[in-house]
């Protein structure tokens, strides 16, 4: 592959990158609270009571993924609206 | 820029295989070929870091069967397309996996010869010697080890040679194809430590290329090396790496910390197991805060040399990369727990499950700055959201505003200072102007990334511009016009470059084509408008 090839499909990641949002099923969430000890932007917060996490203010969310690579469950994606 | 630089860094298979061939002024192939030799039909051939399978492929072709591990995907897929189209898919084996994973993945004595060429060179001495005795343990009876590499000769006269004829080439090598390589030293002693007795086979280039020919010694020397301590000191190599450091960071090579575990203070088995990358900034960083407070262990993982956050959300710190630490230094040897305390801010790249299963250690996520992991770890591995959260201080801004202003001084200042000199003064200026003043007020400008903060800095830019020529300047309307331009791209420019590249700021990354567009759209702008006007 070369220089050029790989840059073309940076362009492609570079657009995706854009667009990537947390995707969060909460009826697989099992209140591992993995995501609220990760997150660097306070996106998560648990909630004792019902025993899972509730992902909230989505506009602070820098996309970096850590809460859906550690989630134990599944329960949480990272990607673009129309991958899911 | 910074994404399409640092594309451009990336070695692809192709420049990977030529650069070699450079630096071996073409001796490799000759290696291979004595290798190659070697092999008898239907032997059983493991190759540690196959690259792109040429000498795979010249194995299989003799008659073996290979099985090639190599631990860049990109790499393999080179090789497995060479694999396809030689119609050797029946005699060879390729699996995705660093050399120190090599013990966990085939069964004891399964390999009638294991090759190597210019692997052990690229391995901390602990990596060799844990991947050696792992060879030792995968050869079958009457096995034996073939490993060619770099060395560093013998003699004072020989390497002043070697060093005066190697230093032109590395640097050539590397600017055509962004490869290096390094040469190993005591590497028969090293072998012998793993349990082999050597010789060399043959050798190249006065020297400097050998292969090694070892088999399995009787007896295996089994000493644990005594664990360095680590302290935070004040030297003239750290004040030169942090200079370094500060201005041109994202120039390669980055200052790196052989990989491996380190003490601070006076650690027990009880002691708590700390992990981090290898960029030389961020141990010392970690040590500083440290050294004096807390006795730990250090594991530092392999980052490429690399920050934390960086190298996880690039792929270079990983799961792999944590396993390998934990397994090739043998920390269990000296630790009655199972619990690592990670960076918080590698958890967007290392699987903490993936750790746990692969090692049967706990994955613990610690605070994301070095600074609070003395209260982190006395108030029982607990954090507090101040901990967890990330924020963007000015001190941090300013430092991000070096790194890219370096940056930027090679890549436009040092041009515009050989080509455009009376541009120079005038750019470097308003670089460092609009710079400094985005650094400032940069999280009170509205917009989510950089390039929707630059829409209010090219306003507050022209307004600048042309407050000063109404009151004071009375510049002529061409010259209003060049700078309207100039200064749109520049404030563009930075706002989109400047607040790094860590996903904090969603960054660079996913803008720099846009920088690319804007600045093609001003030149013919720039090109079409000054004929205009001169017209």
Known sequence: MSFWESMFEHVELARKLRYLRIYFDPQRCVGDWTCYEVCPVGCWTPDMEQHRAIFHDAQRCIACGACALQCPEDAIKLTTPGRL | ?535
């Not at chain 2, 070697?162 to 590497?187: C, K, Q, Y």
């Not at chain 2, 610690?366 to 600074?371: N, V």
């Not at chain 2, 803008?511 to 408008?529: D, P, Q, S």
């Open chain 2, 1 to 535: 820029m910074a994404t399409v630089f640092m594309k451009w860094l990336e070695t692809t298979p192709g420049d990977y295989d030529r650069g070699i061939k450079l630096l071996t002024l073409g001796r490799g192939a000759r290696v291979q070929a004595h290798i190659t030799a070697m092999v008898h039909e239907g032997e059983k051939v493991l190759e540690i870091g196959c690259g792109t399978g040429t000498l795979a492929l010249m194995l299989a072709r003799q008659g073996a069967m290979v099985t090639g591990v190599d631990g860049s995907p990109t790499m393999l897929r080179v090789a497995r397309e060479r694999v396809d189209t030689g119609g050797l898919e029946e005699q060879v084996e390729l699996h995705q996996l660093d050399a120190s994973l090599i013990a966990d993945h085939f069964d004891p004595g399964s390999f009638d010869l294991i090759v190597s060429t210019l692997l052990f060179s690229e391995l901390p001495p602990d990596e060799q010697r844990y991947v050696l005795r792992a060879a030792r343990r995968l050869l079958a009876p009457g096995g034996r080890l073939a490993v060619a590499d770099e060395v560093v000769p013998e003699g004072m006269m020989a390497r002043l040679v070697w060093a005066a004829v190697r230093l032109p080439l590395v640097i050539v090598t590397w600017l055509i194809t962004r490869t290096t390589t390094h040469a190993l030293s005591g590497f028969p002693a090293i072998l012998a430590a793993a349990g082999f007795a050597p010789r060399v086979a043959t050798s190249y280039l006065g020297g400097s290329l050998q292969l090694f020919i070892a088999r399995p010694a009787e007896e295996m020397a089994d000493e644990r090396p005594p664990v360095p301590r680590m302290t935070h000191r004040i030297t003239l190599r750290s004040l030169l790496v942090n200079l370094w450091a500060i201005f041109f960071r994202i120039i390669p090579p980055y200052p790196k910390v052989r990989p491996g575990l380190y003490r601070v203070g006076e650690p027990n088995s009880k002691s708590p197991v700390l992990v981090t990358g290898n960029f030389d900034l961020t141990v010392r960083r970690v040590v500083r805060q440290l050294d004096g407070r807390v006795d730990c262990w250090l594991l530092v993982a392999d980052s490429a040399g690399i920050n934390v956050w960086c190298a996880a959300g690039g792929g270079y710190f990983s799961a792999e990369k944590v396993t390998a630490a934990v397994k090739i230094s043998g920390v269990e040897e000296l630790v009655a727990h199972h619990t690592l305390v990670l960076p918080q801010l590698a958890a967007c790249g290392v699987d903490g499950r993936q750790v746990h299963r692969e090692t049967g250690w706990a994955v613990r996520w610690g605070p994301a700055r070095a600074r609070d992991i003395p209260a982190y770890l006395s108030a029982g591995r607990q954090k507090s959201d101040a901990m967890r959260w990330v924020t963007f201080p000015l001190r941090e801004r300013i430092e991000m505003m070096l790194v890219t202003l370096g940056f930027y001084g090679l890549f436009i200042l040092v041009p515009l200072a050989v080509l455009w000199r009376p541009m120079f003064w005038p750019v470097t200026a308003a670089l460092c102007g609009l710079s400094l003043f985005y650094t400032i007020v940069l999280p009170w400008l509205p917009g989510h990334d950089g390039l929707a903060k630059s829409v209010p800095l090219v306003c507050i830019a022209l307004a600048g511009l042309y407050v000063y020529s109404a009151l004071w300047g009375h510049l002529p309307p061409h010259s209003i016009f060049n700078w309207t331009v100039g200064l749109v791209g520049l404030a563009v420019f930075t706002g989109a470059e400047l607040q790094g590249m860590s996903p904090l700021m969603r960054g660079e990354q996913a803008n720099w084509m846009w920088e690319g567009v804007i600045g093609t759209v001003l030149a013919v702008i720039y090109l079409v408008g000054s004929r205009l006007i001169s017209w």
